[in-house]
């Protein structure tokens, strides 16, 4: 099968098991199909690069960082499912790319309607932030943000769309398959000073080009039009303009992602944090409570007993990390709820925002290896409010339509370090019980409807 207007050349099925369909999407460096994964029985993305990769060495880097990719599993992410190389008879293979296949429109089309409000970008800018710190924790950088490589995901007739980072860590991939045509305004609009620069890059460069996209986003134009090259070079000169209509506190975190300093700029986890706290800012709290409180109730765990599939996954946590607490929390409207509760024996108590150990809703994974000694907890001991209690890690219980439900999460009454790797393994048991309560919801809708 053969793209002529880009010269994209493929066989009708790909390594025995991939049978390609129609063009579904075009971009500088490459096109994409719609397909059948005979294997597995169902329809997913090939992406083909018009280049095709020269050097063996070059060739094998790609397949690696693809399927590092691969094992990433976040729902703000487009997943990346598997890699392979045609050879077409050619000495140059020609990698390509299997992707989850959404049937979403991007950002870029939705723009084509008007800007979004001022809740909605907030929201979005939450979504996408997070999913940054996400892959950003795990050593990878986006390169290549902008509309067209977000895509949304309409949860339901009353919740605004979800966004999907497209094509993540996909710039890396093709370092070595830029040609000199291949930045596009589209692209150029985007890139960071440091990238103008050729300078070295970093999860600040992301941070820069999501705070042109959703400025974009709030205003309906790009910050810096024009050609490629004047595009690129303004941004240099000049902040972007920030319109006054754009309301605070939304601009000022708008104007701290896009400072021209990358130090200046906030970490794409201090970027959500602050997304979160617009979105429940006066006017939108009340709102938003209710529309979580709603979600909550519709996972059925309120006035049930401690569930025993949870206590395996902190009973699990407590011996991985050598403490005598794990929790798993549900945080009603009024009461908080321990699904289970190894090593303590309450089963709810009133609610109280902020306390983490008794489950008030965290914006992202809190780690106190000392809380006698953490300027954190000294300044507001609201954090971890227990008597005893000097080590807590927890991490949010956020579905993947953006509600918290409340908590997972390990103390003691000793100080302990914690390394990254901690984080990630409290984080993954956190998924887990997330995936339990998604295919328990799944299995009673698919029961109701049946009926």
């Known amino acids: 099968m053969r793209d002529a207007s880009r010269g994209v050349a493929l066989p009708p099925v790909l390594q025995g098991r991939y049978r390609l369909g129609p063009v579904?999407?075009?971009?500088?460096?490459s096109v994409v199909?719609?397909?059948?994964?005979?294997?597995?029985?169902?329809?997913?993305a090939i992406k083909a690069f018009h280049i095709r990769a020269d050097d063996p060495a070059d060739l094998a880097a790609q397949q690696t960082e693809a399927r590092l990719l691969a094992g990433f599993n976040h729902p703000g992410l487009v997943t990346l499912l598997d890699v392979g190389v045609d050879l077409d008879g050619s000495d140059s293979p020609q990698i390509f790319l299997v992707m989850e296949l959404i049937p979403a429109a991007d950002l870029r089309e939705q723009l084509r309607e008007g800007p979004l409000d001022p809740h909605r970008v907030a929201y979005l800018g939450w979504d996408l932030a997070s999913t940054l710190q996400y892959v950003h924790d795990r050593?990878?950088?986006?390169?290549?943000?902008?509309?067209?490589?977000v895509l949304l995901v309409y949860a339901g007739p009353d919740r605004p769309p979800?966004?999907?980072?497209?094509?993540?860590?996909?710039?890396?991939?093709?370092?070595?398959?830029?040609?000199?045509?291949e930045l596009t305004t589209g692209t150029a609009a985007y890139l960071s000073p440091e990238q103008v620069e050729g300078g070295e890059l970093d999860g600040a460069t992301d941070v820069y080009s999501l705070g042109l996209l959703l400025l974009e986003a709030a205003t309906g134009r790009p910050a810096f039009p024009g050609s490629a090259v004047d595009s690129a070079l303004a941004r240099l000169d000049r902040d972007p303009e920030i319109p006054p209509r754009v309301p605070e506190p939304l601009?000022?975190?708008?104007?701290?992602?896009?400072?021209?300093s990358p130090s200046d700029r906030p970490t794409a986890a201090e970027a959500a944090l602050a997304f979160r706290g617009i979105m429940g800012a006066p006017g939108n709290a009340s709102d938003a409570e209710a529309e979580r409180s709603a979600a909550v109730a519709r996972y059925d765990l309120l006035d049930t007993p401690p569930d025993g599939a949870f206590d395996r996954l902190t009973a699990l946590a407590?011996?991985?990390?050598?403490?005598?607490?794990?929790?798993?929390?549900?945080?009603?409207?009024?009461?908080?709820?321990?699904?289970?509760?190894h090593g303590i024996r309450i089963t709810?108590?009133?609610?109280?925002?902020?306390?983490?150990?008794?489950?008030?809703?965290?914006?992202?994974?809190?780690?106190?290896?000392d809380a006698e000694t953490d300027p954190r907890i000294l300044g507001d001991p609201t954090l971890v409010h227990a008597r005893d209690v000097r080590f807590y890690a927890g991490t949010p219980l956020i579905t993947s339509d953006g509600f918290n439900l409340g908590?997972?999460?390990?103390?003691?009454?000793?100080?302990?370090p914690t390394t990254d790797e901690d984080v990630l393994v409290l984080e993954d048991l956190a998924a887990l019980v997330l995936h339990e309560m998604e295919l328990r919801r799944a299995i009673r809708r698919a029961l109701f409807t049946s009926r």
């Open 24 to 29: 579904i999407g075009r971009g500088g460096a």
């Open 407 to 416: 908590t997972f999460c390990v103390a003691d009454s000793r100080p302990r």
């Open 33 to 44: 199909y719609r397909a059948r994964d005979d294997l597995l029985g169902r329809d997913v």
């Open 162 to 181: 979800r966004g999907k980072l497209a094509d993540f860590g996909i710039a890396g991939l093709r370092t070595q398959f830029r040609t000199p045509d």
């Open 348 to 369: 709810e108590v009133e609610r109280q925002e902020g306390l983490a150990l008794t489950g008030g809703l965290l914006e992202r994974t809190l780690v106190v290896q």
């Open 251 to 260: 601009a000022g975190l708008l104007r701290s992602m896009t400072s021209r």
């Open 318 to 341: 407590a011996r991985l990390f050598r403490v005598p607490i794990a929790v798993v929390t549900i945080v009603d409207a009024d009461r908080i709820w321990f699904k289970s509760h």
């Open 139 to 149: 050593g990878v950088i986006h390169r290549d943000l902008k509309p067209a490589n």
